[in-house]
Structures are given as C-alpha cells and as structure tokens.
C-alpha cells in the first residue's frame, strides 16, 4: 500500500528524471557537464515534489502529499545538505499534511525540525520566519489550542509586515487565519475587524 501511495503521489512523476549517471566519463569537461545536468535534475525533482505536494493540500488529499513532500524534504537535503534554512518550507508542508491526516505528534516532529533549523540561522529572513509562525498557528488552531495559535499567527503578521509592508497580500493570510478563531472564540466584532483588514 505504500508503494502504491508513492507511485500516484509522485514516483510516477519524475521517474523519467530518474536516469543513472554514465558511469565512465574520459574529460574533465565530460565530468563537469554530467555534474551540472544531475544537480539540474536533482532542482527539477525537488520542484515537482514540492508543487505537487502542495496541489494534493490545496485539494484536502493530505495522504497523498506526503509521499511528494518526503521526497521533496530529501531532495533539498542532498542538495543544501540537513541544516539547511532551504529545508524550513517542506519542513512545514510535511507538518500541514501531517495534521490534515490527524497525526498531530508527526506534525509537531516536523514543525520542531523547521523551529530549530530557524533558531540555528540568524541570517534567516522575516518571510520564513512568518511562514513557520504561520504553519506553528495553524497547527495550534488544529489543536483547539487558540490563544497559542494567535500568539504565533500575530507574529506571522508582524514578520510578513516588516518583510512585505502593511499592505502587502502576504500579510493578509495571518490576519485571515486570527479572524477564523476569533470566530471560533465568538468574538465577532473582532474577527470582523480582521476580515474587512484582508
């Protein structure tokens, strides 16, 4: 059953970029290219597992992403290597589809992965930084635990400010998601408020 998950979530895909390298090559020129058009197909595979890791959530098949978000997750690994801040997104797009199946425990391995790779980076920008605000929100809101989902969903929006401007659309996601539990929480006038800022 895994093997078939795999196969129609993304094995299917980019089996045709899966080709060996040529074993002998005589020039150092020959040695160069085959370098350059490996790490060319290794980006391309990546690309399509995240996009299509993402598609199966945008279409509530959170079972199916996870094979495509696995190999996307390896996928950048080999290329920026395990501490890399290029793993924080697929970190928190496994943490998504986790929690859409129910398996909050996975979810928070995962979100505790993205944490600690941003905590390692101070270069790390405010845009990732909204986002893992954003992805650790959500998956408190899941929880039911809503004032720590408005804890990081309002450092979401405060991050995506300064990164974008007020105004930006970025912003609007963070503003739209504490509307959701002000809601949940019965405060209407408040979550109005929010609805009309997005």
């Not at 391309?44 to 509530?60: C, H, K, N, Q």
């Not at 970025?170 to 019965?186: K, L």
Request: aromatic share 8%; with cysteine; glycine share 6%.
């Amino acid at each position: 059953s895994h093997q078939r998950a795999d196969w129609s979530s993304i094995h299917e895909r980019i089996c045709p970029l899966l080709i060996p390298p040529q074993l002998c090559l005589h020039s150092e020129k020959d040695r160069k290219h085959s370098t350059e058009q490996l790490l060319s197909r290794q980006r391309s595979i990546v690309e399509l597992a995240l996009s299509t890791a993402r598609r199966f959530l945008w279409a509530g098949k959170a079972l199916e992403a996870l094979p495509a978000a696995l190999q996307a997750l390896r996928g950048r690994a080999r290329l920026f290597g395990w501490s890399s801040v290029q793993l924080v997104p697929v970190y928190l797009l496994l943490a998504e589809a986790s929690t859409g199946t129910g398996n909050f425990r996975q979810a928070s391995k995962y979100l505790s992965e993205a944490e600690w790779i941003v905590l390692q980076s101070p270069e790390c920008s405010a845009a990732l930084r909204s986002t893992l605000h954003r992805g650790l929100g959500l998956f408190c809101a899941a929880q039911g635990k809503l004032d720590q989902a408005l804890y990081h969903l309002a450092n979401d929006v405060y991050l995506a400010t300064s990164a974008f401007g007020t105004n930006a659309i970025e912003v609007s996601g963070g503003y739209f998601h504490m509307a959701n539990i002000f809601v949940r929480q019965n405060k209407m006038d408040v979550a109005n408020s929010l609805y009309t800022e997005v």
